[in-house]
Protein backbone atom coordinates (compact mmCIF):
# COMPACT_ATOMS: atom_id res chain seq x y z
CA UNK A 1 0.00 0.00 0.00
CA UNK A 2 1.08 3.34 -0.43
CA UNK A 3 0.51 6.30 2.04
CA UNK A 4 -2.75 7.52 -0.11
CA UNK A 5 -3.49 4.22 -0.62
CA UNK A 6 -3.58 3.13 3.39
CA UNK A 7 -5.89 4.14 5.99
CA UNK A 8 -3.63 5.42 8.72
CA UNK A 9 -4.97 6.41 12.05
CA UNK A 10 -4.25 9.89 13.08
CA UNK A 11 -1.60 9.16 15.38
CA UNK A 12 -0.16 6.86 12.49
CA UNK A 13 0.03 9.84 9.94
CA UNK A 14 1.41 12.14 12.91
CA UNK A 15 4.35 9.83 13.32
CA UNK A 16 4.52 8.80 9.60
CA UNK A 17 5.31 12.71 9.30
CA UNK A 18 7.24 14.01 11.76
CA UNK A 19 10.33 15.04 11.08
CA UNK A 20 12.12 15.37 14.66
CA UNK A 21 15.04 13.47 15.24
CA UNK A 22 14.27 10.84 17.73
CA UNK A 23 10.90 9.49 17.22
CA UNK A 24 9.24 6.03 19.49
CA UNK A 25 6.83 4.31 18.53
CA UNK A 26 5.07 2.25 20.94
CA UNK A 27 1.72 0.38 20.70
CA UNK A 28 -0.11 -3.55 20.88
CA UNK A 29 0.70 -5.85 18.72
CA UNK A 30 -0.70 -6.00 15.31
CA UNK A 31 -1.79 -2.13 15.40
CA UNK A 32 0.55 -1.14 12.88
CA UNK A 33 3.56 0.09 14.27
CA UNK A 34 5.87 -1.64 11.88
CA UNK A 35 3.90 -0.79 8.92
CA UNK A 36 3.92 2.90 10.19
CA UNK A 37 7.52 2.96 10.99
CA UNK A 38 8.45 1.95 7.47
CA UNK A 39 6.45 4.38 5.74
CA UNK A 40 7.79 7.04 7.77
CA UNK A 41 11.28 5.85 6.71
CA UNK A 42 10.77 5.46 3.30
CA UNK A 43 8.88 8.59 2.89
CA UNK A 44 12.03 10.73 4.45
CA UNK A 45 14.87 8.51 1.87
CA UNK A 46 12.68 9.14 -1.02
CA UNK A 47 12.22 13.14 -0.33
CA UNK A 48 13.80 14.79 -2.91
CA UNK A 49 13.79 17.90 -0.37
CA UNK A 50 15.05 15.22 2.54
CA UNK A 51 18.91 14.85 3.88
CA UNK A 52 17.46 11.55 4.99
CA UNK A 53 20.05 8.45 4.68
CA UNK A 54 19.15 5.23 5.69
CA UNK A 55 23.31 5.07 6.73
CA UNK A 56 22.51 7.71 9.27
CA UNK A 57 19.67 6.32 10.64
CA UNK A 58 19.26 3.92 13.84
CA UNK A 59 15.99 1.89 13.98
CA UNK A 60 16.10 -0.34 17.28
CA UNK A 61 13.21 -2.98 17.75
CA UNK A 62 12.43 -5.37 20.24
CA UNK A 63 12.80 -8.68 18.60
CA UNK A 64 14.82 -10.26 15.65
CA UNK A 65 11.84 -11.31 13.35
CA UNK A 66 10.71 -7.46 13.77
CA UNK A 67 14.19 -5.99 12.72
CA UNK A 68 14.30 -8.31 9.57
CA UNK A 69 10.84 -7.25 8.78
CA UNK A 70 11.64 -3.42 9.00
CA UNK A 71 14.76 -4.32 6.92
CA UNK A 72 12.00 -6.43 4.51
CA UNK A 73 9.40 -4.14 4.40
CA UNK A 74 11.92 -1.07 3.57
CA UNK A 75 13.43 -2.80 0.76
CA UNK A 76 10.06 -3.93 -0.69
CA UNK A 77 8.99 -0.05 -0.50
CA UNK A 78 12.70 1.10 -1.59
CA UNK A 79 12.51 -0.86 -4.48
CA UNK A 80 8.55 -0.37 -5.59
CA UNK A 81 9.58 3.77 -5.04
CA UNK A 82 12.62 2.63 -7.81
CA UNK A 83 10.65 0.77 -10.02
CA UNK A 84 8.62 4.19 -10.60
CA UNK A 85 11.64 6.28 -11.03
CA UNK A 86 14.31 3.89 -12.05
CA UNK A 87 17.06 6.68 -12.41
CA UNK A 88 16.83 8.20 -9.19
CA UNK A 89 20.38 8.18 -7.50
CA UNK A 90 18.80 8.72 -4.04
CA UNK A 91 16.78 5.33 -4.04
CA UNK A 92 19.42 3.72 -5.58
CA UNK A 93 22.15 4.55 -2.68
CA UNK A 94 19.80 4.04 -0.29
CA UNK A 95 18.68 0.41 -1.46
CA UNK A 96 22.73 -0.15 -1.42
CA UNK A 97 23.15 0.84 1.83
CA UNK A 98 20.37 -1.21 3.37
CA UNK A 99 22.07 -4.08 3.73
CA UNK A 100 24.57 -1.93 6.41
CA UNK A 101 21.71 -0.27 7.49
CA UNK A 102 21.34 -0.20 11.63
CA UNK A 103 18.29 -1.95 11.98
CA UNK A 104 18.50 -3.67 15.27
CA UNK A 105 17.56 -4.94 18.26
CA UNK A 106 17.46 -3.23 21.71
CA UNK A 107 20.21 -6.01 23.05
CA UNK A 108 22.18 -6.06 20.19
CA UNK A 109 22.34 -2.03 19.98
CA UNK A 110 23.49 -1.82 23.55
CA UNK A 111 25.80 -4.91 22.95
CA UNK A 112 27.75 -2.37 20.47
CA UNK A 113 27.54 0.35 22.95
CA UNK A 114 29.06 -1.66 25.64
CA UNK A 115 31.46 -2.95 23.50
CA UNK A 116 32.31 0.25 21.47
CA UNK A 117 32.95 1.82 25.27
CA UNK A 118 34.44 -1.44 27.22
CA UNK A 119 37.94 0.15 28.87
CA UNK A 120 36.00 3.17 29.51
CA UNK A 121 33.35 1.03 31.36
CA UNK A 122 36.26 -1.21 33.49
CA UNK A 123 35.23 -4.46 31.20
CA UNK A 124 37.44 -7.05 29.52
CA UNK A 125 37.95 -6.39 26.23
CA UNK A 126 36.50 -9.50 25.28
CA UNK A 127 33.47 -9.87 27.66
CA UNK A 128 30.26 -11.38 26.82
CA UNK A 129 26.87 -12.13 26.89
CA UNK A 130 25.66 -14.67 28.60
CA UNK A 131 23.14 -16.66 26.86
CA UNK A 132 19.93 -17.70 28.67
CA UNK A 133 20.67 -21.50 29.33
CA UNK A 134 23.95 -20.39 31.17
CA UNK A 135 22.24 -17.88 33.62
CA UNK A 136 19.88 -20.27 34.36
CA UNK A 137 22.64 -23.00 35.29
CA UNK A 138 24.72 -20.39 37.19
CA UNK A 139 21.06 -19.14 38.96
CA UNK A 140 20.34 -23.02 40.25
CA UNK A 141 23.99 -23.54 40.97
CA UNK A 142 24.22 -20.16 43.39
CA UNK A 143 20.82 -21.00 44.63
CA UNK A 144 21.49 -24.68 45.94
CA UNK A 145 25.00 -23.12 47.13
CA UNK A 146 23.31 -20.61 48.83
CA UNK A 147 19.97 -22.72 50.10
CA UNK A 148 23.09 -25.83 51.50
CA UNK A 149 24.77 -23.25 53.88
CA UNK A 150 21.41 -22.33 55.11
CA UNK A 151 20.03 -25.55 55.65
CA UNK A 152 23.39 -26.58 57.19
CA UNK A 153 23.47 -23.74 59.39
CA UNK A 154 19.71 -24.87 60.87
CA UNK A 155 18.35 -21.80 61.69
CA UNK A 156 14.47 -21.55 62.82
CA UNK A 157 14.32 -18.38 60.46
CA UNK A 158 15.48 -20.60 57.51
CA UNK A 159 13.41 -23.62 58.39
CA UNK A 160 10.37 -22.05 58.92
CA UNK A 161 10.76 -20.45 55.35
CA UNK A 162 11.76 -23.70 53.93
CA UNK A 163 8.93 -25.23 54.87
CA UNK A 164 6.02 -22.48 54.11
CA UNK A 165 7.42 -22.02 50.90
CA UNK A 166 8.49 -25.74 49.15
CA UNK A 167 5.96 -27.96 51.68
CA UNK A 168 9.41 -30.08 52.99
CA UNK A 169 12.72 -29.92 53.78
CA UNK A 170 13.56 -30.07 49.95
CA UNK A 171 16.21 -28.16 48.72
CA UNK A 172 15.17 -29.18 44.70
CA UNK A 173 11.68 -27.55 45.37
CA UNK A 174 12.69 -24.81 47.80
CA UNK A 175 14.92 -23.89 44.97
CA UNK A 176 12.06 -23.74 42.59
CA UNK A 177 9.50 -21.91 44.60
CA UNK A 178 12.68 -19.19 45.47
CA UNK A 179 13.64 -18.87 41.68
CA UNK A 180 9.83 -18.65 40.53
CA UNK A 181 9.35 -15.92 43.26
CA UNK A 182 12.72 -14.06 42.31
CA UNK A 183 11.71 -14.53 38.29
CA UNK A 184 7.78 -12.83 39.25
CA UNK A 185 9.49 -10.21 41.46
CA UNK A 186 12.03 -8.95 38.65
CA UNK A 187 9.24 -9.18 35.95
CA UNK A 188 7.17 -6.74 38.46
CA UNK A 189 9.83 -4.45 37.98
CA UNK A 190 10.84 -5.46 41.96
CA UNK A 191 14.78 -5.47 42.67
CA UNK A 192 15.75 -8.82 43.38
Not at 13 to 32: E, H, T
Not at 114 to 135: K, Y
Amino acid sequence: RTMSEAKWTDAQLAAIRYRGKGLLLSAAAGSGKTATLTERIVSMLTDPDSGAEISRMLCVTYTRAAAAELRDRIGQKLRGALAENPHNAKITRQLYDLGRARITTIHSYCLEVLRSHAPELGLPAGFAIAEEADVKNLSNQVMTDVLSDLFDQGEDWFITLADTLAGARNEASLDDALLKLAKAMTSAGMDV
